[in-house]
């Protein structure tokens, strides 16, 4: 492979790699606002179970008929049921959100190895044309100096 060719790989792989990143990063913003709406919905169950809990032992105190105290008790249990399901999709999410940053730290040291790769090969490129431009200016003051000397004589 010659060095153009690889320069051109390494380019490839580094835009690959850069689009990676930019997709976890949008995966990753995604799966934050999933997680705070979850969050959220959470919060509001919490509430209402509070909320309902509170105002079942006010009935409780103040006299409350079976039927009542039934569909107190029904809704408290579905209100809990729904905190627990939403404590399972918050921890599905918090496990979908660590495999995203695991997978965007991946495709960030990918992206910084094709850059480094990149950077070297440039940095060899730059030294050889330096190199060059030292030996073609040497040879130009060696020419200069023998035409100095030939005119001289």
């Known amino acids: 492979m010659n060095k153009n060719s690889s320069k051109i790989a390494f380019t490839t792989l580094k835009k690959l790699a850069q689009k990676s990143v930019d997709d976890y990063l949008i995966k990753l913003k995604k799966a934050n606002e999933n997680q705070q ?33 039934n569909n107190f008790t029904l809704f408290i249990a579905s209100i809990e049921q729904g905190i627990e399901q939403q404590k399972k999709l918050l921890l599905s999410l918090d496990i979908k959100q660590k495999q995203i940053i695991k997978n965007l730290n991946q495709s960030q040291k990918s992206l910084n190895t094709y850059s480094t790769l990149l950077n070297k090969q440039h940095n060899q490129y730059l030294r050889q044309q330096n190199r060059l431009q030292q030996k073609l200016t040497d040879e130009f003051a060696q020419l200069q100096l023998a035409r100095r000397i030939l005119n001289e004589y």
């Not at 809990?53 to 409780?60: I, P, Y």
């Open 37 to 69: 709406n979850a969050q959220s919905q959470l919060n509001v169950l919490t509430n209402y179970y509070a909320e309902y809990q509170q105002k079942l032992n006010s009935a409780l105190s103040e006299g409350i008929k079976g039927s009542e105290l």
